[in-house]
């Protein structure tokens, strides 16, 4: 049985009043591909943030990859990859440059044959020279994640990674993050696209700050009370109309898109 990558309990965070993420609590176990949804403004990019060390959590405890998540913060940004939901490389730098930047970042001793794995392993080797600016959306996409991987990384938090990209590049992006899942890496992706969803291993819901389900998808269906069969959409729907009679404000709808699997 494998361990688990993140173990959090009561992770809390609040700007001013607000409670942003409210006593949240996540598990994903090591090598898992674990989809978090949730409408805008529900509290998934905070979280994300605080379990890569970005941010301080208000309250709770736990642990992601053994490390404590307030205490050693540092040392999990060392072993975590961030993608973030915009492009955050520079523009008037070539993918290599980019890649060498981030290399030295991260003190990489051979900053060298690091770039040029991280080139191979996203099939960037044919356009390392090109500028970052002039790059497609999907292209763009792979820099980024060739940037999160270049000092391997043992859990990959991705912030809805496939935002305005087109079908094949999402496609194919997500045959990368199952390769990567089978290399042992553990992936927790933010996600609109319900195909995407359907090639999770399993899947968090949120909203309101608060986790609303966590399981497979089958196991989601289950705890909205719906029968088999029913969709993600339908899922959804049914936890945010749940929520609401608990919750005074709800967040801004989410549109979630439909689709075959990626």
């Known amino acids: 049985m494998t361990g688990l990558a993140i173990d959090v309990r009561g992770l809390t965070k609040r700007f001013g009043e607000r409670a942003v993420v409210d006593n949240v609590d996540l598990q994903v176990g ?15 990019t905070t979280t994300i943030r605080m379990l890569c060390g970005l941010l301080k959590p208000d309250a709770g405890e736990g642990t992601c990859l053994g490390l404590d998540v307030i205490r050693q913060a540092r040392e999990i940004k060392r072993q975590a990859g961030y993608m973030t939901q915009k492009f955050g490389w520079y523009e008037d730098l070539s993918i290599r440059e980019n890649l060498d930047f981030i290399a030295r970042l991260f003190e990489i001793p051979n900053r060298a044959q690091a770039v040029n794995s991280a080139l191979q392993r996203l099939g960037l080797v044919e356009r390392q020279d090109q500028l970052a600016g002039s ?15 270049i000092h391997n990384p043992r859990l990959l938090l991705l912030d809805e990674p496939t935002a305005g990209v087109d079908p094949k590049a999402r496609r ?28 999770c ?49 709800p967040p801004k709808a989410a549109k979630f898109a439909k689709g075959g699997r990626p």
């Open 135 to 149: 790059l497609s959306g999907g292209w763009k996409q792979r820099l980024a994640l060739a940037g999160c991987l």
């Open 172 to 199: 194919e992006f997500w045959d990368q993050i199952h390769r990567l899942a089978g290399e042992g890496i553990t992936v927790l992706v933010s996600t609109h696209y319900m195909d995407e969803a359907a090639r």
């Open 30 to 44: 090591e090598g898992r591909i674990c989809g978090f949804l949730g409408p805008n403004g529900s509290g998934k």
């Open 201 to 249: 291993h399993e899947l968090v819901y949120i909203a309101y700050g608060k986790v609303l389900a966590h399981g497979s998808e089958s196991e989601i269906v289950e705890q909205a009370g719906l029968a088999p069969g029913a969709s993600l959409e339908e899922v959804f729907v049914k936890l945010i109309d749940r929520a609401q009679d608990n919750f005074a404000a």
